[in-house]
């Protein structure tokens, strides 16, 4: 018996998704009184799992794997949890991981509960708590089969480093048609992805027009930060629409998301509930955001926004 | 091409989330209920084919007679057949269930689902479809293009997209960028007037068994009020000393 995790990685580095996902297994694991497996896709030096919490690392060599391909993932992960007699399979809420999941659950006969923020209340009942009504609310769902399947929210569960040492093992699945093939991958290599940061800088269409998003991206760079935007700044075409955070667009998870010259409306807010800071600089003290912010600076973004980039370049300068 | 598009009934997303029974049943009252969003695209996309490639489009719903209002809508948009499968939606292998009966029994070669509904935001049902019918399946669909039954999408991934082939049979979860919002359907009189004469079938659902079960639901502890700040040193100093954030 174990719980497995898999564990993503991106040219053989994992990713720290991968650390956040073993970290909250250990935590299921030690309810459990078993521990920990990782399933990783040509992954690279394992020892990092490690620590936070891995035993065995089953690393799958396959280069037809070398692209991400749900059905072939999903098939390679269900038999590493049957070789490993896993109860509880761990993964992330990527793009990729919420792709694969559903699959792997039909592979498994596994309940799946998504967009899970904690370790289950219980481990006998299974039941988790999951965000729904887009973070309006929390959904405490039991998983009633023998083995369950978790998609761990970004964010949710945090690192939590724990002393071991993984050992690795080569893993060489059935990876059966893999049906779906990636002709093209269009991705900004240079920028941090909104999935993937841990600091948004989003704006609005107080900014007025695509020519004032220069100091956005640089408060950006001093904070390796994502840029982001309200739909109607990518409606007008100001920004690209892959940056269209809310309902519609895409949701983040961000430790500090800060919102400039952005009203607030309820459904850009249901793309940010899961953000644990939020910053709000809106010139309208009435701007709904600010009922949903931790601090707020009420006045003219043209005025803060420089002032704070100055401030803030100093600042890293000083603490780094 | 056979296009079965699937409709989930939602909240609209300004609606007062509350819940009764003691926290275990969402709270209906007052609330305005809406084609799933992501389905939205979907559908439009679907008549797209319709008219451009020539195809049938069903829409279906796993839902109580409630939802019949909302299966009218998509009917009005240009829908030929409606489908409501008759059992309350109870988790996302129930209804992937249900749904694969009514595919494997008309024999569809395409199913539209959207990426998530904005009630539980599972994620779970295209995939689980995709599953249960053998089917191959795209998630996270910005661009569809079919030929013959060679197709070509573009999904979603983090940080950027990437292009895909596959075949039919497929199940693809969407999203917005299927079609732009500027192309919505929205029923016209004469839709409206035309839905009321097309069929909207009942089917009796199979009986599906679920795989997880919603014992309750809970409301975020109240926020603090906004801490408002005067100048950009405050704001450094909160955000490094209390929020921890920088
Ligand atoms: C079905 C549906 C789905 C939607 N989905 C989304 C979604 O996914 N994401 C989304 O964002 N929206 C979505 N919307 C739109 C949403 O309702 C709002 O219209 C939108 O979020 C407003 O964007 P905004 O705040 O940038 O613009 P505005 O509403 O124009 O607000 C601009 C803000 O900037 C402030 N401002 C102006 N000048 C300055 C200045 N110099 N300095 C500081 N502040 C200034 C103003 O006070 C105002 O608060 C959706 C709407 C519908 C109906």
């Not at chain 1, 794997?65 to 038999?79: D, E, H, P, R």
């Amino acid at each position: 018996m174990s719980v497995l995790v898999y564990t993503e990685s991106e040219n053989g580095d994992f990713k720290k998704t991968a650390f956040e996902v073993a970290s909250y297994a250990k935590g299921i694991a030690d309810m459990m009184g078993t521990s920990v497996t990782a399933v990783a896709v040509n992954g690279g030096d394992a020892s990092a799992l490690g620590n936070y919490g891995v035993e065995k690392v089953l690393n799958i060599k396959n280069d037809s794997l070398t692209a991400f391909n749900a059905a072939a993932y999903a098939k390679s992960i269900a038999q590493a949890a049957k070789a490993e007699d896993a109860k509880v399979v761990v993964v992330s809420q990527s793009a990729n991981a919420k792709y694969l999941a559903p699959l792997l659950s039909i592979e498994l006969e596994a309940g799946y509960a998504s967009n899970v923020v904690a370790l289950p209340e219980s481990v006998a009942p299974f039941k988790v708590k999951r965000t729904a009504f887009t973070n309006k609310a929390f959904n405490n769902t039991e998983i009633t089969t023998a083995i369950k399947i978790v998609g761990l929210g970004k964010n949710a569960y945090g690192l939590k480093e724990s002393t071991g040492a993984a050992t690795t093992e080569e893993f060489n699945p059935e990876v059966g048609d893999l049906g779906v093939t990636v002709q093209s991958v269009d991705k900004a290599t240079d920028k941090v992805s909104i999935a993937d940061a841990e600091v948004v800088v989003s704006a609005g269409r107080g900014l007025k027009g695509p020519e004032n998003w220069g100091m956005i991206e640089e408060m950006a760079d001093i904070l390796g930060a994502a840029t982001a935007c309200s739909k109607p700044v990518s409606d007008l075409g100001w920004r690209p629409h892959g940056e269209h955070v809310g309902q519609t667009g895409k949701p983040v998870a961000a430790n500090l998301y800060i919102a400039i010259g952005i009203s607030g409306a309820i459904q850009h807010l249901a793309g940010i509930n899961a953000s644990k800071i939020k910053v709000v600089i809106n010139n309208d003290p009435e701007a709904p955001f600010f009922k949903a912010a931790d601090y707020g600076m009420v006045g003219d973004a043209f005025e803060i926004v420089p002032q704070l980039n100055e401030k803030l370049k100093a600042f890293k300068a000083a603490n780094n | 091409m056979k296009i079965l598009v699937c409709i989930s009934h939602v909240p609209d997303t300004t609606s007062k989330i509350n819940f009764t029974e003691g926290d275990t049943k969402f709270d209906t009252a007052g609330v305005q209920f809406v084609i799933n969003p992501n389905d939205e695209f979907g559908l439009t996309r679907a008549m797209w084919f319709k008219e451009k490639q020539g195809a049938s489009v069903d829409v279906v719903n796993v839902g109580g007679p409630e939802t019949e209002p909302t299966l009218r809508k998509a009917l009005a948009i240009g829908a030929d057949t409606a489908i409501r499968i008759n059992t309350p939606a109870l988790d996302g292998y129930q209804v992937a269930k249900e749904i694969a009966k009514v595919v494997q029994d008309e024999g569809y070669d395409l199913v539209i689902a959207g990426r998530e509904s904005i009630d539980y935001n599972g994620g779970m049902v295209p995939g689980m479809l995709a599953g249960l019918i053998d089917a191959n399946f795209v998630n996270t669909c910005i661009s569809l293009d079919i030929d013959g039954t060679t197709v070509t999408a573009t999904r979603e991934i983090d940080g950027g997209k990437e292009t895909v082939a596959t075949s039919l049979p497929l199940v693809i979860g969407g999203q917005k960028g299927l079609v732009e919002e500027s192309d919505l359907r929205i029923p016209n009189m004469r839709g409206i007037m035309m839905a009321r004469k097309k069929p909207l079938n009942v089917v009796e659902a199979t009986g599906a068994t679920t795989e997880t079960v919603s014992a309750s639901f809970e409301k975020p502890a109240p926020k603090g009020a906004v801490k408002l700040v005067d100048s950009v040193d405050e704001l450094i100093d909160l955000l490094h000393n209390e929020a921890k954030a920088i």
